[in-house]
């Protein structure tokens, strides 16, 4: 049994705003059509969402270091995949996102299309 339940769209995630600190056990869908991914980051300090995919749009998006630290997170999945995951999040705001690109569209990291959300974990 999942204590958290957590869907990957076409461009969007389905997952609780706010969760509980500490050991869980996710399920993780991918819903849409495409393949998606799952990443859980901790955006540097005066670090905005909207300045990371500005960043990830410019031409030096793969210069320096990235402007965040890797918390969690499961490689892309395909359409109607399900994968079981053991996270411990300690208590802290996230930024869960997709940088995978649209195949299918534009080629941009779904997150330009709005696949980037707000994690609270309390």
């Known amino acids: 049994a999942a204590d958290v339940s957590a869907q990957l769209a076409d461009f969007a995630f389905i997952l609780p705003d706010e969760i509980a600190a500490g050991p869980q056990t996710w399920m993780i869908e991918n819903t849409g059509g495409q393949w998606h991914e799952m990443a859980i ?12 995919l500005a960043m990830m749009q410019s031409e030096d998006a793969m210069s320096g270091p990235p402007p965040f ?54």
């Open 69 to 122: 630290e890797w918390v969690a997170g499961l490689w892309p999945m395909g359409a109607g995949q399900r994968a079981w995951v053991n996270w411990d999040l300690p208590a802290g705001e996230y930024t869960v996102i997709c940088f995978v690109p649209d195949i299918n569209g534009d080629m941009a990291p779904h997150a330009a299309h709005g696949m980037v959300r707000t994690l609270v974990v309390k």
């Open 41 to 52: 980051v901790k955006l540097g300090e005066d670090m905005t969402v909207d300045d990371l």
